[in-house]
């Protein structure tokens, strides 16, 4: 429940407030599920992990210095948006709601909302003592969630805001790729690179979570979880909330679930793959990529492995590898575009037969 | 050809037409065949048959629907009651809608059931011998399309009462997105009520459309270039009754009706309200859509000997440049694209003469698609994806073939379109099974094909799909369904078994009710 | 009397034929008081859809099965007015909102906001949501996929999406993140032998082991399509006998007469019958991709390795652009004239070889 109002408006799969409005009145004496991602967020800076040289930056902040603008960038999954959540809520204390705007690609975001919303949010007031008297900076935050999925149009409306405002307001822009954000925007915000988590770290973090949930899961396993979300803190622990809403709460996760839940190919079918493609027997491999889609694996993903694969495969020479990632590149936009599964596969296996003849 | 008989209500057709030009026998008809005996058999049929039979005839403008009735009622010695919606009642009526649109309304009501219930008790010429009769309605009154029940009504109530078969004949607008009457007025459900039989008359292709002309040019005794016969019938779009129109006027207005064609084609186009006065190069005049369609189609080029003379700062195409130049015609039709490129595609096919020009022309069809159905760039890219098109089709034709032919429209659009609402319709008789909708169409419908067709060995189904397959127009098809899922599947599907336990749950299929 | 398929679908999550364990996790999600958003894919004919009603069964006991059919009109921003047919019960909903085409964002957005902004007033209701099934998700246009995935996030307090697909290539990772994947493969041979000769059984007729393997190595491992061959089977002749004919499909057997005429002769004239044949299939209703697939699967038959991969190579490029482009026809028809002109210069060439 603590862990609920703390969270409060965040992030975007917070269920809690609007079950409290929205749902019956039983469903708040029922302690609404709160998925683990929201609960197990960092509550201070220090949380935090990995991360040093923003973690420094704020830390002084919190201290008292001035925060200039920021923009993080960085692989999903690595800490970003809890970075500046943990540091508003230590800087705000139970204030914060009042003084972070959090807006994300999911809300209208055209140049209206950043004329009008900031502007509206931007304009208030802001006094550097809490409600209980203590101290606090002067000014108030604007998280701008998945920056990069902002129009060009909006960025540069952006620009002049951010300058008026400077007095009062902090902003916050949160992407995963910098070079979609305009050069005018980075330029005003100093700029901080999220590294993707140590598998260590993240296994920790896991094993914390799990003690806590009384989830029983063995440390190759979560090892495995981690590896397959290559280090994407937040996809491991949502996946690690989906294995045992599906196992239920007695049994052990195995890696055969972790599979399932984050929809990865097993590895012998990705190997299967070139395996099949030695063979250098259409028929079979006709038949190879029937099984493979009756088995419902998403042949997407089955490309970004099988990316990986062949990256990393000794056997084959530079050239070789140009010519299948070239079809592969290909296949992989065709599918997104609906195309069919099985023609785009048997496409790419062709390829792949004639590289092996040479 | 508009008829001018306000006070008479009843027009009689007889032997004493005053056209000249209007086919009298059977064989001036230009009328595919198959057609002509299906209307004459169904004629033969309604006129004996003890029930009242309706038809709904459709087709596009001047195909020749009116014409073939009246050619096959003379035939057989049958008397044609046209109905006609007075004009006049539109002037005497005190400018009320609502009594206006009764006041017609009752006049067709009358008209129908009056002439419809008795046989004509005085006959007041010649043809008393007549006794079957026909009633055509062609004109709708347009009252009935703000009130469709109104003209529902009054059927039912001829069904009920009368005895003359009726032929309801209805234009098809050229334009897809206006609905035309037929849609409006016969719903699906009421064509099926009264067993209302539809059939489709086509476009009337070129060549008999220049076999009408030289018909009638031998009764006018004109003098007109096969040539020029042709492009009228191009230009004509399969319209005979236009066809005629364009050439009775040359024939009267010009002194000279052998004129070359681009000036006939500059009358025509004048006549059609299309700009042109814009360009000045004769060449570049505008011209038919048809005849730009041929000239891309054909490719002509120049011989390669003359450009070589031609000088050498400019590109020289070892097969001769191009006599048209595509980008100009692309330029010229871009606000036709669309119409353009179905044209060329439905034709290009007979003109190519080797597959390897047709798998080229056919990759730069697909380019051109693509590039077309981007929407975010509507404008600007429907232009460029029709210049791939245009210039694909002259660049990829490297030997044409010779001899002429006759460009054709295509039908195949009309009835894929048909085909949407077909499926949605089967689909949605259908849905009350736990199938998606997909297999639906691939699967289950079938299967129940096959599984009904090994029961009833002689069944009326093997006559509705004549290729194996299921009929596609669609009032058969849902017959052939509904029958099918009543014949073999009594009952539905089990959820709805599990609901009928439940009493108090309802369900509501849509249109089960045969 | 109904079909097979439908009168012995299992109801409940404990009578499903297998994928045993799967059944198992989905019960005990259901146990659990937070029920997630659902993504189910899998082949067709794998049994998602039979997965997604038992599991609303357990959910929320027989009344799920009370099913109305209702219409419901939308107007879109351009004030085009939309009509779908929705499957609803007292506790969920069911909606293809790829019915209406380009116009499924706001059949989303408006549909899921009246399912959860109206209140479950049964009391003794167990859960405090209402389910909302949406079909053929991979089919959604881009622009409905960003619409749904707010919608997800705005009701979630009072109303779950289950999601079908028959892949998740297509739906974009935003919503993928956001639900628990379940995924559905089809039943091995094996098991559709097994479930053919329990519905036989229980019809009381025998059905000859070998006829059912037949049938069982046939329907591709589709379930559902195995029962409607095997009632077919039945219905054609009883009692059935082990050297039966299975019957094809019309549509099949005519595309596959259409492949092989594309193999006998090359020529502009051929060309022209086979589009005649192609528009045929069309408006029959033969989803374009099915055609290719078919298509495909027929040509390559009559052609040597590398020939193979040109051909291959070809189709793949023509069958992306049916997604991209309107009119399939031409890239249909590209992709027949190409593999025409491919298969000719290759006869040719064996021929000026010999």
Known sequence: MQAFLKTGKLGPQSAGPKDAKAGSSGAKKKSAPVPWVEKYRPRTVDDVVEQGEVVQVLRQCLSGADLPNLLFYGPPGTGKTSTILAAA???????????????????ERGIDVIRHKVKTFAQLTASGIRPDGRPCPAFKIIILDEADSMTHAAQAALR???????KTTRFCLICNYVSRIIQPLTSRCSKFRFKPLGEDRVVERLQFISSEENVQCDEDVLRCLVKTCNGDLRRAITSLQSCTRLKGKDSKITKEDVFEVTGVVPNPWVEGVLQVCQTNNYDQVVSFIDELILEAYSASQLLEQLHELIVLNKDLTDKQKTAICDKLGLCAFRMQDGASEAIGLLDLCCTIMAVYQG | MKRHYSDTQVRRFGVCRSN????????????NRNRIKDLGDWIDHATTAASVSLLLLC??????????????????????????????????????????SVSVAHKFKSFLLGVGRYAPVVSNNSMSFMTKRLILVKDFPTCFLSSPDQFTEIIDMYVGHGHTPVIFICTESVKKKSKDIAYELFSEEFKQRHRILQMSFLPVPVTSVVKALKRVVQILRVSVSDELMRDIATESRGDVRKAINDLNILSVNSSQPKKSTSSVNKKLRNQDKTKNSSSKDSDRETTGLFHSVGRVLYAKRDVPNDVVKKGNNTFIDPRGNLVHKPLEIAKEFCHYANQFVSLAHSNYLDIFSSIECIAKAAEYLSDSDIIMSEWREKELLSTVGFSVAVCGFMESNIDPIRRWKPLRGSQWNDDLRIAVENRISVENLLSDYCVPKNDIILEVVPTMKLMWCSRNRDSKLIKWCPKGFFPHRSEELLTAVRTIKSDILISPPCLLEKSRIDSDSEIHISDDSD | MSLWVDKYRPTSLSKLDYHLTQAEHLKNLVQQGDFPHLLV?????????????SLLRELYGPGVERLRMERVNFTTPSNKKIEITTLNSNYHLEVNPSDVGIYDRVVIQELIKTVAETHQLDTAGQREFKVVLL?????LTKDAQHALRRTMEKYVASCRIILCANSTSRVIPAIRSRCLSIRVPAPSPEQIIVILQNVCKKEGVTLPPELAERIASKSGRNLRRALLMCETCKVQQTPMQPSQEIPALDWQTFLEDTAKMVVQEQSPKQMSE???????????GIPPPTIFQGLLEELVKSCDMQMKRRVVEAAAKYEHRLHQGNKSIFHLEAFVATFM??????????????
């Open chain 3, 274 to 284: 086979v589009r005649g044949r192609l528009y045929e299939l069309l408006i029959h």
């Open chain 1, 160 to 166: 002049r805001t951010m300058e008026r405002e400077a």
């Open chain 1, 89 to 107: 809520k230590q800087l705000f204390g139970d204030i914060y709601k009042d003084r972070i705007l959090e807006l994300n690609a999911s809300d």
């Open chain 2, 59 to 100: 087709g596009p403008p001047g195909c020749g629907k009116t014409t073939c009735v009246r050619v096959l009622a003379e035939e057989r010695n049958i008397e044609l009651l046209d109905w006609t919606t007075p004009i006049d009642s539109y002037e005497c009526s005190d400018n009320n809608e609502y009594l206006k």
């Open chain 3, 41 to 53: 894919y899998g082949p067709s004919g794998a049994g998602k859809k039979t997965r997604i009603m």
């Open chain 3, 341 to 354: 002109s491919i298969y000719k210069t290759f006869m040719e060439e064996m021929l000026g070889g010999m």
């Open chain 2, 20 to 31: 000249i030009c209007d086919p009298k026998k059977r064989d001036d008809l230009v009328i």
């Open chain 3, 135 to 139: 079909s053929e998700v991979d089919r």
